[in-house]
């Protein structure tokens, strides 16, 4: 889930002691141990340690209590929105429960704010959400273009809302199409005719067409991940 970048000594220790987190080998209210111990089992300093427990501390993973040491917290005061904590989810996961969690979201969010775009879109909104579809129909299907479109499609019609709290959404769903298009981007072609009815919908006021058209999107991308994921032994 890093895009194949390499990563640094410090995201490198972030990423193994998240994975340790999120995975459940470290399980809520146990100690993830000291930086001592911690430092020498991963061959790093202290200092890389301690700024690693402050990263995961940031986004909700772990607490240092006074006399108790670095203690893991609940799944649920974790910062699921985080992009390297879906990424660490992504990883831990079975694929299929991951997809299934994640479309659960987006089937409650996107059909939402396809209608309320309907609603509420500018001039300029419709300009976003049509450059992106456009950018969508003329990009390579197995490239970075196309994902980049894809996202900014979605992300177009969250900020069509005019709700920050919407908004704040698209990290959710851009880990979401990243994740589902390198799995299957040979698929591409099959789901890319679905867009272009939600921008009609939006772009003709139709709130409920909208609405029902996003949930066929969201239906389409589903049925063609789950597909894929069948065939991953």
Known sequence: MNGGRRLNLHDQVLRELGLRIVAGKVRPGEILGNEADLGRAL??????IREAIKSIAAKGLVASRARV???VRPPSAWNLLDPEVLGWRYESLPPMLFFRDLFDVRRVVEPAAAEIAAEKATRVDLESVEAACRDMEQAEPASEAAIVADVAF?????????????LQMGTLIGVGLQTSFRISTRFYPQSLPFHRPVLEAIRARRPAAARSRMLKLLAETFEVVERVLKTVK
């Open 69 to 71: 040491g670095t203690q």
């Open 154 to 166: 979605h992300r177009a019609i969250l900020m069509a809302c005019h709700n920050d709290l919407l």
């Open 43 to 48: 061959g790093v300093s202290r200092t890389v």
